[in-house]
């Protein structure tokens, strides 16, 4: 079974900062590995999808990496703003039949003024 | 507006009762999710429908149950079997296709007294 998992669970960071999200998974058959936020109370936000052919996708300051044989994805947030704070989750769809997503247990992110 | 809704936001049940969690979406999507999140976990699969009338387990199906009558609506009921039925309820739906996304409701919060 696809587990995921997603480290840091908690980072704080000063407003301005570069950072760099971590996501693992254990079987390379995937689909596609998406990213998405959630703020508290919430459902989930997506914000990246990167197909199990492509290496990266990027969205204004957000940059999401795949390297499928390793089983390793990050998202990379340039010049972190306050309202960026919130949990960060990432979840793969599973290539053998592509019915089912597994999720990891997100970071939360504090990005403080 | 185009989305999906979950009805209600706060939902109190006493030990015993069934409890029935609505969610509808208007994106005219094939495939609809139905996940639990609990604190400091990730989401897990509670049950999913590729197509209506048609639905399959995911890895938490005990004490839940689901119907697919109509594409829109995909309603789960919480069952007195369920032995910890209290957490966060998120439901999703996606069009479909190979590549496509998931899109999530707002969740409900289930409190058993």
């Known amino acids: 079974k696809q587990e995921v998992t997603q480290i840091p669970a908690a980072l704080s960071v000063p407003e301005g900062e570069n950072l760099v999200l971590n996501c693992s998974f254990t079987?390379?058959?995937?689909?596609?590995l998406q990213w998405f936020r959630q703020d508290p109370g919430k459902g989930l936000t997506s914000l990246l999808l990167i197909q199990s052919s492509q290496r990266e996708q990027t969205s204004g300051r957000l940059n999401a990496s795949l390297d499928k044989s390793s089983g390793r994805s990050t998202l990379y947030i340039a010049a972190s703003q306050p309202g960026d704070s919130a949990t960060y989750l990432c979840?793969?769809?599973?290539?053998?039949?592509?019915?089912?997503?597994?999720f990891g247990t997100g970071t939360s992110l504090t990005v403080i003024p | 507006d185009g989305g999906i809704t979950q009805s209600p936001k706060y939902l109190f049940r006493k030990e015993g009762q069934n409890v029935t969690l609505s969610c509808e979406q208007n994106l005219n999507h094939d495939a609809m999710y139905w996940y639990r999140q609990d604190p400091g976990q990730g989401l897990r699969l509670i049950y999913y429908s590729q197509i209506v009338n048609d639905f399959q387990k995911g890895d938490i199906a005990e004490g839940y149950s689901v119907s697919r009558e109509k594409k829109e609506s995909f309603p789960l009921t919480v069952t007195s079997a369920q032995k910890n039925p209290t957490a966060f309820y998120l439901c999703?739906?996606?069009?479909?296709?190979?590549?496509?996304?998931?899109?999530f409701g707002p969740g409900t919060r289930l409190t058993v007294l």
């Open positions: 999703a739906s996606r069009q479909g296709a190979g590549t496509d996304t998931q899109y």
């Open positions: 979840a793969v769809r599973e290539g053998r039949t592509g019915n089912q997503f597994y």
């Open positions: 079987d390379s058959a995937i689909y596609n």
